[in-house]
């Protein structure tokens, strides 16, 4: 069993990650509207790293539980897992943007 403590360290390591990955892939959406898909994607690609490293965390507890045994759920886990939600949305949403301005992209150009 983890220690409240022990819960709270995660939960703040995972809304750090998941920050992190947020404001990567708002970058992204950034970059892809001055049509820089090469520095967007790459932002994708951190975002991903952060995921990653948070998802570590998160499984950590999810393991924990599976093997029976209780931690204590805080609203800031709750708030944790809302915030790394939250930031897999808008990476979803920075990947359609990217393809949506390349598309835009493609257009103007055959406008030309």
């Known amino acids: 069993m983890h220690t409240i403590e022990e819960v709270q360290m995660l939960s703040f390591t995972i809304i750090l990650h998941a920050g992190n990955a947020r404001s990567s892939s708002m970058e992204a959406i950034a970059l892809a509207k001055s049509y820089?898909?090469?520095?967007?994607?790459?932002?994708?690609?951190?975002?991903?790293?952060?995921?990653?490293a948070a998802h570590h965390h998160q499984t950590n507890l999810l393991t924990a539980e599976a093997n029976g045994e209780t931690?204590?759920?805080t609203v800031i886990l709750v708030h944790a897992q809302d915030h790394l939600m939250t930031a897999m949305?808008?990476?979803e949403l920075a990947n359609e943007m990217i393809d949506m301005y390349e598309k835009m992209q493609a257009i103007e150009e055959d406008k030309k």
């Open 36 to 52: 820089k898909f090469d520095e967007a994607r790459q932002k994708i690609e951190e975002a991903n790293e952060e995921f990653t």
């Open 71 to 73: 931690n204590p759920v």
């Open 89 to 91: 949305t808008v990476k």
